[in-house]
């Protein structure tokens, strides 16, 4: 089996671009037509972060066939871990900076609000398990870790037959305490990796662990299955944001992250993707793809950054960010821009997966 899937390659900025749209919320709040238009592209987009959970899955069980299961690990984690490093890196002075800034504006103690601010950003289970407590968009990385963790001891343990019943039972729950909270109230967060990232995670393990190919003549009953389960989403979203509480498009847009469909959204595009594995292959999309984590760990900051200078005008008088063309251009500014200064990190050399190296001065100035 070939490690080099160069459709799934280029699914990985597609879906990144869907990340960053979800977090952008384009047409939002505009009016009524608006607010449609942001629920039905949010509602594709929702397959983006579960298709990387399942990739990521997906990929372990096929390197570690080859190699010892805890090294790869190991060196997986540590890669994700500094991914995440880098995000904190650069949200938290960006994040501060902000804090100060309103703070000031508001004539509140600025010294006060920025150490209340530091205390959450230090907090043990966000920072470190959660990954919500300097930007929220960040909780993929250490969910993804923690998940990969959970697959290998299923591994080392040889329980792999128990890894998929054990993980849904999880996720169940999770999705009981995100969308189907009118059933049963959940009280603890599960947008982590034990309740939502895990199922997804053991999904693309067990796909590619059965040793099982989807074949290509079969290509257009997976896409018609991927068209048909994303109908299918589309619709169990509105029934709960909708048509459960009696509510329009123009009361505001639902905002849910997962549902049952979800998964088979999700898990009809990724066969898909493997039933035509050279899909994308001549062009540049696969190459594209290895920038995707680069885009994800930075454009919380640079959104924020957009964000507020939007703000800025708008207190100016310019009411920039209730505009169509505000929305219309935040999510390419946010993608590209956060591409730039990837590039930028990776240019400089302060980042290699699995190692951030603090700034040289002579590679700042561009002296030899």
């Known amino acids: 089996m070939a490690d080099r899937i160069y459709s799934i390659d280029s699914m990985r900025i597609i879906a990144m671009a869907f990340v960053v749209t979800i977090h952008t919320d384009p047409f939002r709040g505009l009016n009524g037509y608006g607010n449609m238009v942001n629920f039905v592209t949010e509602t594709a987009a929702r397959f983006a972060v579960p298709f990387f959970f399942i990739a990521s899955g997906y990929f372990f069980a096929l390197k570690i066939t080859r190699r010892d299961p805890t090294a790869y690990l190991v060196r997986r984690v540590a890669t994700i871990a500094s991914l995440y490093a880098v995000g904190l890196l650069l949200a938290f002075p960006v994040f501060l900076a902000g804090t100060a800034v309103r703070a000031s504006a508001k004539n509140e103690d600025v010294a006060s609000s920025v150490v209340s601010e530091l205390a959450e950003f230090v907090s043990p289970a966000e920072l470190l398990y959660y990954g919500n407590s300097i930007s929220v968009i960040l909780w993929f990385l250490p969910a993804l870790a923690f998940s990969l963790v959970f697959v290998y001891l299923f591994v080392r343990v040889d329980g792999t037959e128990y890894l998929l019943p054990v993980s849904l039972g999880f996720h169940v729950v999770g999705l009981l305490g995100a969308s189907y909270t009118m059933f049963v109230g959940v009280p603890f967060e599960v947008r982590d990796a034990l309740f939502f990232g895990f199922f997804y995670t053991s999904l693309g393990y067990a796909l590619c662990a059965a040793d099982w190919r989807p074949r290509p003549e079969r290509s257009t009953r997976y896409l018609a299955a991927t068209l048909l389960f994303g109908a299918v989403h589309l619709g169990e979203r509105y029934v709960l944001g ?55 760990v930075v454009h919380p900051a640079v959104l924020y950054v957009l964000e507020h200078a939007g703000k800025a005008l708008d207190a100016t008088g310019y009411a920039v960010t209730d505009t169509f063309l505000w929305h219309l251009v935040l999510t390419p500014a946010t993608f590209f821009g956060s591409l730039a200064v990837y590039l930028a990190i990776l240019e400089l050399g302060l980042y290699e997966p699995g190692e951030i190296r603090l700034p040289r001065l002579r590679r700042l100035t561009g002296s030899k």
């Open 242 to 296: 909708y048509v459960i509480p009696g509510e329009t498009f123009a009361d505001g847009v639902y905002t849910a992250s997962y549902t049952i469909a979800t998964a088979l959204f999700t898990l009809s595009l990724f066969l898909f993707l493997l039933s035509r594995p050279d899909l994308g292959k001549h062009t540049s999309l696969p190459s594209w793809g290895n920038y995707a984590v680069g885009i994800y």
